[in-house]
């Protein structure tokens, strides 16, 4: 396994052609300026050390050793073995809402992107808990099944958008039966569904969606996004406002954040309402849940050590340098014997 620390200094790579471009612009110039003064006979009688070959060496070499230095700044890192180890947590599942009406601005930046700052500060403050991912509109799509990888969590997570799913409204139910394939322990006793929506645009019948959850041993939470005012839906061209949602009958849409629907499933779940619109609250709340909750022990693997591998790209670097300043650019009496560039003798 292997990684790069800060893949940003790539870019100086780009360095490397410009050079390259530069060095043939600069030997152009001189071969023509040199042709006004005198012929090629005359000018290798004039300067007969001069060596072509040494100088295109020498700016591969430095090519070379600018390549070295920025991979070093880059700091390749490999990892030295995978190991199994044992941990104890909670399976956390996220469900989250991305319909339409989930664009809207009343809380900032708008009701989705909220959701995914309160789930990635959620993630952050995790200790050795497993985390999956649900998307959900009309329709439940699974996004991350369980993991340990937080990285990728959050990865995926910034990813969702309201284009996922093309069949809008709000498959609740969908959402908890997907959760349901995330646990695969019949008798596990810390299963926990964040819903985190705006509650708008339910498919009815919340009390035996929740009843089941409750069956199947799932405590659900629910994270309510947006105000009980309401905002209309903005509907976007290259990040522009063009419009608003509007209804059959031409009338602007107001959606609205539905608090007593995602309470009813929470508390018909075993589970809580929080209220999202203060992050670190949320993250307070269900930090406090997580932990009062039975932690199960599960194995996972993972690399037990990245090590740093920039010094020696760093020293290769430094040779070429110091091989480019000391290559002269003329012949030189035993290189001119060795005869290594095939370059005439005078």
Not at 55 to 61: D, P
Not at 77 to 91: A, M
Not at 95 to 112: G, Q, Y
Not at 154 to 163: S, Y
């Amino acid at each position: 396994m292997f990684l790069l620390e800060d893949k940003t200094y790539l870019w100086l790579l780009i360095g490397i052609p410009v050079i390259v471009l530069l060095y043939a612009m600069v030997i152009f110039w001189q071969k023509r300026t040199q042709r006004k003064f005198a012929d090629k006979e005359l000018l290798d009688r004039l300067s007969p050390n001069r060596s072509t070959g040494k100088q295109v060496l020498k700016i591969v070499l430095l090519c070379l050793a600018i390549a070295s230095l920025v991979i070093a700044l880059v700091n390749p890192q490999f990892g030295t073995k995978l190991e199994t180890v044992k941990r104890e947590g909670v399976d956390v599942v996220f469900a989250i809402d991305v319909s339409k009406s989930m664009l809207a601005e009343d809380i900032a930046p708008n009701r989705l992107e909220k959701s995914k700052q309160l789930v990635t500060q959620i993630i952050n403050n995790l200790a050795s808990d497993r985390v999956g991912i649900i998307a959900y509109a009309g329709s439940a799509f699974p996004q991350l099944p369980i993991t340990t990888d937080y990285a990728a969590a959050k990865m995926f997570l910034q990813n969702m958008n309201t284009d996922m799913l093309s069949s809008q409204g709000t498959a609740i139910r969908e959402a908890i039966e997907l959760a349901k394939t995330y646990f695969n322990d019949d008798e596990q006793t810390n299963r926990v569904l964040f819903l985190i929506s705006d509650g708008e645009d339910h498919e009815g019948n919340i009390e035996e969606i929740a009843a089941e959850a409750a069956r199947q041993g799932i405590r659900i939470v629910t994270i309510g996004v947006g105000t009980p005012k309401g905002s209309p839906i903005p509907v976007r061209r290259n990040g522009v406002v063009q419009n608003y949602k509007k209804n059959n009958q031409g009338e602007t849409v107001i959606t609205r954040l539905e608090q007593e629907t995602l309470k009813e499933i929470a508390s018909e779940a075993n589970g809580r309402y929080i209220d999202g619109s203060n992050t670190a609250q949320v993250v307070e709340e269900v930090t406090e849940i997580l932990q009062n909750m039975d932690k199960k022990e599960f194995e996972s693997q993972q690399i037990a050590e990245y090590k740093s591998q920039f010094q020696w790209f760093l020293g290769l670097g430094l040779l070429f340098l110091l091989l480019d300043i000391l290559l002269l650019e003329r012949q030189t009496s035993w290189l001119k014997r060795l005869n290594l560039f095939n370059e005439k003798r005078s």
